[in-house]
Every structure is written in structure tokens, then in C-alpha cells.
């Protein structure tokens, strides 16, 4: 039983908040601010929640073991379906690289950092929001750490400052509204994505909960008036709320003003409560968890598998397959084990079932991560790099760059391993691994260098986004190979590919604002080429040249970004995909075995 009683307008209001989000993601100019909506769920979570907990606590009753055994029923059943199929949808549809980001975005997922996985992502790779299937986990994210703090807080107040319970939680608000808007300012990706720059729209919803729960709310003509302004505010928030680096900052006010101004009225007669309690409102709000669990990853899967399908044919199939997928997890999976694990007799296997899944979904994710891209940290190469295999003087690899390097990590394992070899990758995205003119050498080069001089490898791969790296000076690769060529009986470098125009992404080919085959940019082009032809110079019997370029060049200078079959060989506009690495991967074995 619930601690507090059901109003039919909350699921309506849900309602509003889902078909916003459902709507904005469908085509964001139909709904410009529907995103908001999130925000929407936010109040009302934190009025629920606090609901409960304050109630209980009145009746002395609350128990934090109980209070997390109904988030893990509510939440985690649904959670983890979707999370699970998504990845397997993946497993056939997305390039490696891209399946390696989905196996890394799960384990943050599971372990409810999703928020923080978004926001440290950074900006290096490109990545499409179609080959982000968890993207939206990330408010999930916000509201489970708010779950876990909250009601320890809580009790922490409410034992020792209970008179002044609504006095704390208005300063929570004040203090996390001003740091959202100053974050807003400085940094907004972390405004939008950390907990204590958005905690406040969760507190607000818990701050009115306590006011209507202890009559400091009167219904009078005047607060009869709040629901319909609070209504218009949201419905307004769905249209001029900016999409973009100003939110949240002040805009979040609107939607959050809004369903306060809605939540405020406890008059079931009130036409607002009315309309709100309308049947098939109710209907979808009772579904919205399912709704938005599932609405994004089928919508990014159908995106990714059907890059040139018309607009309308993914509509209508992301709508249905949505609809279809909805009524299944709610009807089959919310209400049954919701039923099920809520029985207090069945505590510990919530406990207990939560736990595993969140241990396989961990572990799942980072082997799929690991089994699909290969890319060593600083601190990596500050200890020993990514070792693959046992000791071999006879047959050892080791790959040093930057992500142009990272990109062949995973065809180079498997290349050595057939070899029965030993693979080291010291290369490390978005770094720059050479030695600097006139200048001490960088700490990453000076490790690169011992870890070399004791493996004396057989073969050293250097590959790096050679235009970038040699705008520094030329020289830069001459002293890279005068310091690596006496430590390895063979170094072999690969030239820079291609790189696709910025209007070469999956989302303006969808849009039709783009199509093959794309051309270089014609500075872009002629840098790139100097790069390489500089790099090429430098063969010798010593050092081998792999012209990776060739493989992704036609013969009137076009690019060839995708296979035959049309498998994309760009990850990025300057990063090969998996697919793109693949294409290569005859003439590496030829230059590994015989790279004179």
C-alpha cells in the first residue's frame, strides 16, 4: 500500500511530460522545447517521492531497506530488459566502434553514472546521437542518485530540524537553482547533466509535497488559478525553451514553475484535475516509464539501420514498433515483477537479483567496450600499456599514436594473435605522441621510449593524424624514427586516409542535405596530402609505409566512405571505423610478415 493517495492528474500530467519527449525526438522541430519534459518528470518525482517518505516519517514508520525495495521494483525489471535487448539490437546493426561505445555507455548505465558517461564523453569523436542507444539513460541517472542521497538527507533533517524541514529544503533549491544557472554559464554541459545543478526541480516538487501534505497551501480562488497557469507554462515551455547551451540556466524555471502551479491544486473537482484525469491521458501516463525506456533506443536503431529510408517510413515504423514494445514491458514486465518484488518477503531477492544484473550488465558492457576498440590512457602508458599475449622476442607489436592509431588497435590484436604474437598498444586518442623540437621530451613519449627499450619489439606501428601532428615541424617524425629505429628490428608508419567534409554525417545524409560521394576539402586535401607524401619519403630498409590513403581514394578523387555492401568505413569524419580498418587488413598481414 501506498503511503499517500492516488491522484489520477499526476499520470495524466506524466502524460504531457512523455508525448513531449516522444515528440521531440520523433522531429525536434515539431515540438522545439519538448525536451523539457524530462524536467516535468523531475518535479514530479521529487513530489512523490518526498510524499512517501514524509508521511512515514510523521507516522514513524519509514524504513530506508523498504523505500529502495520499491525503487528497485519500480525502476530495474524494465531497466535492464531494455538496456539488454538494445545491446543485442546493436550487436547487429552497429560498426564495431560504435558497438564498443554501446557496451561502455551499458556498464555506465547499469551503475547509474550515465549522467557523468554524457557529460565526460567530450567532444574528440563524433558521435551520432543514432549510435547512442542509452542517451536518455542519463536522467535516469540523475533521478536514481538523487533516490540513493535524498532520503538519507532526509531523515538527517527531519530527526533534528523538524521544524525547519521546509526551511532546509527551500535553501537546497536556492543553492542548486543558482548553481545550475552559473554552471549554466560557465560550463553547460555539466549544468545539464550533474545532479546538484538540476537536485533543485526534484527538491521543489518534495518542497511543495511537504506544504500541501502539512496545509500551508489554501485552495482559494487564487491558488484555483495556479493549475491553469502553471498548464499554460509547461504547454509554453514545450515551444520556446531553447535547445542548446542556455539550458538549463533560468529557462528550467518555466517548465519546473509550471507543474508546481499544476501539482498545487488537491481539488479533484478542479477542471484542470479534470482534464488531466481524462482516460486516455491516464492510460499513456501509467505507461510513460516503458514509453521513455523504449522510445530512444528504437528510434536510434531504426535511424542507424535505415540511414536513407525515407522520413516517413521511419516514423511510422519507430511509432509502431514503440507502441508495440510499450504495452509489452508494461503489461509483462512492469506490473509482474513490480508485484513480485515488492512483497517484503521478497526483499532480498530484489536485493540480490539488482545486484547480479547490475554485475553481468558491468561486466558485459566493458568486455564488449574491450573486445571491439582499443585505446590506451596516459596512465596507461605510464605503467605498461595494453599487453595482449605472453612475452614473445620473436613476434612482438607494439602500436604507438593517437587515435588514428587507436582505429587499427583492434585489426592489429587480432593480426598478431593469429601470428601467435605479442600486441602492445601505447597509442592514445585525442595525445600527441611525438617528441617536440628544441623542447624536453613529453612525459608520454619518454614512457613510449622504456617500455620499447625493455620489450625490443620486432615491429613498431606508428600512426598518427599526420597533418595535425607535423604542422609542429616536420622534423617531429625524423626524431621520432632516429629514437625508435636502433629499439626495433622493423618500424612501420601508415599515412593519414581521407577526411570527409563536416557535412559527411549520418544526420545530413538522413536530412537529404548531403550525398555521395564526397569530395576533400581542397586545404584540407592539400595538407594532408604534403602530410603524407612527407611520410612516405621516409621509407628505408628500416622503416616501412603502409599508404592507407589509396584504399579510400577513387580515381577522380572522390572518397570512398562506405563498402559495396554499405558498410560505413568512417567513423568520424576523420576516423575509420571498423568496417574502414577492416578494408586494410590484407595488406597489413602482408607488410607484418615481410616488412622489408
Known amino acids: ?101 554501446a557496451g561502455a555507455n551499458l556498464a555506465a548505465a547499469a551503475l547509474s553514472v550515465s549522467n557523468l558517461k554524457s557529460m565526460l564523453q567530450g567532444g574528440y569523436f563524433q558521435l551520432s546521437d543514432d549510435a547512442l542507444p542509452y542517451l536518455h539513460y542519463w536522467s535516469l541517472a540523475v533521478e536514481e542518485q538523487y533516490y540513493l542521497l535524498f532520503p538519507l538527507f532526509f531523515i538527517g533533517i527531519f530527526k533534528f530540524l523538524r521544524r525547519q524541514v521546509t ?169 509482474p515483477s513490480r508485484g513480485f518484488l515488492n512483497q517484503p518477503k521478497y526483499r532480498r531477492h530484489a536485493y540480490a537479483i539488482t545486484s547480479m544484473v547490475v554485475i553481468l550488465c558491468c561486466i558485459l558492457g566493458s568486455h564488449i567496450r574491450n573486445e571491439n576498440y582499443i585505446n590506451a590512457t596516459v596512465a596507461d602508458v605510464a605503467k605498461s600499456g595494453l599487453v595482449f599475449g605472453e612475452k614473445n622476442p620473436e613476434n612482438t607489436v607494439i602500436l604507438v599514436g593517437d587515435s588514428n592509431g587507436s582505429m587499427y588497435g583492434i585489426l592489429l590484436k587480432k593480426l598478431i594473435a593469429d601470428q601467435g604474437g605479442r600486441f602492445i598498444c601505447l597509442s592514445v586518442a585525442a595525445a600527441d605522441p611525438l617528441p617536440k623540437l628544441g623542447e624536453p621530451l613529453p612525459a608520454l613519449w619518454k614512457n613510449v621510449l622504456t617500455i620499447i627499450k625493455n620489450e625490443r619489439p620486432t615491429t613498431v606501428v606508428l600512426v598518427c593524424h599526420w597533418e595535425d601532428k607535423l604542422k609542429k615541424g616536420y622534423a617531429r617524425l625524423d626524431l621520432a624514427i632516429n629514437e625508435l629505429s636502433p629499439l626495433t628490428d622493423h618500424l612501420l608508419l601508415f599515412t593519414q586516409p581521407p577526411i570527409l567534409p563536416l557535412t559527411a554525417t549520418r544526420e545530413h545524409l538522413r536530412n537529404k542535405e548531403s550525398r ?39 580515381e577522380n578523387g572522390e572518397i570512398r566512405s562506405s563498402s559495396k555492401d554499405g558498410k560505413p568505413f568512417y567513423h568520424d569524419s576523420t576516423h575509420l571505423s571498423g568496417f574502414g580498418s577492416r578494408a586494410v587488413e590484407s595488406e597489413v598481414a602482408n607488410i607484418l610478415r615481410n616488412p622489408r
Not at 522545439?32 to 512517501?52: A, E, K, N, R, Y
Not at 581542397?522 to 599508404?547: H, P, Q, T, W, Y
Request: proline share 5%.
Open 167 to 335: 526551511i532546509v529544503l527551500a535553501a537546497v533549491v536556492l543553492v542548486s537553482l543558482v548553481l545550475g544557472v552559473v554552471l549554466t554559464n560557465l560550463n553547460p554541459v555539466w549544468a545539464f547533466f550533474l545532479l546538484p545543478a538540476r537536485a533543485w526541480e526534484l527538491t521543489a516538487g518534495g518542497l511543495l509535497a511537504i506544504m500541501l501534505a502539512d496545509g500551508r497551501v489554501a485552495q482559494n480562488k487564487f491558488t484555483a488559478i495556479l493549475p491553469v497557469a502553471g498548464l499554460v507554462l509547461v504547454c509554453l515551455s514545450f515551444l520556446v525553451v531553447p535547445d542548446g547551451p542556455s539550458f538549463p540556466g533560468t529557462w528550467a524555471l518555466l517548465p519546473v514553475v509550471g507543474t508546481l502551479g499544476i501539482l498545487t491544486n488537491t481539488n479533484p473537482n478542479h477542471h484542470i484535475e479534470r482534464f488531466l484525469s481524462w482516460l486516455p491521458l491516464v492510460a499513456i501516463g501509467k505507461v510513460s516509464y516503458s514509453l521513455y525506456l523504449w522510445h530512444w533506443p528504437i528510434f536510434s536503431l531504426i535511424d542507424y539501420q535505415m540511414l536513407l529510408a525515407p522520413e516517413w517510413v521511419r516514423v511510422i515504423l519507430k511509432v509502431a514498433l514503440t507502441v508495440i514494445a510499450t504495452l509489452c514491458s508494461y503489461f509483462l514486465i512492469e506490473i
Open 516 to 554: 555521395e560521394p564526397f569530395v576533400e576539402d581542397a586545404d584540407v586535401r592539400e595538407g594532408r596530402i604534403a602530410a603524407n607524401a612527407f611520410v612516405m619519403s621516409r621509407r628505408s630498409s628500416k622503416v616501412a609505409v603502409l599508404d592507407v590513403a589509396k584504399f579510400f581514394e577513387g
Open 1 to 101: 500500500m501506498s503511503a499517500i493517495p492516488y491522484r489520477t492528474s499526476i499520470d495524466g500530467l506524466r502524460a504531457f511530460a512523455i508525448l513531449s519527449v516522444f515528440i521531440f525526438h520523433l522531429n525536434r522541430e515539431w515540438l522545439p522545447g519538448g525536451f523539457v519534459g524530462v524536467d516535468v518528470f523531475f518535479v514530479i518525482s521529487g513530489f512523490l517521492i518526498t510524499s512517501i517518505i514524509y508521511q512515514e516519517c510523521k507516522e514513524k514508520r519509514f524504513s530506508l531497506s523498504r523505500f529502495y525495495q520499491r525503487r528497485i521494483a519500480r525502476i530495474f525489471p524494465a531497466f535492464f530488459v531494455v538496456a539488454l535487448v538494445t545491446l543485442a539490437a546493436a550487436s547487429k546493426i552497429y560498426s564495431p566502434q560504435d558497438f564498443a561505445s
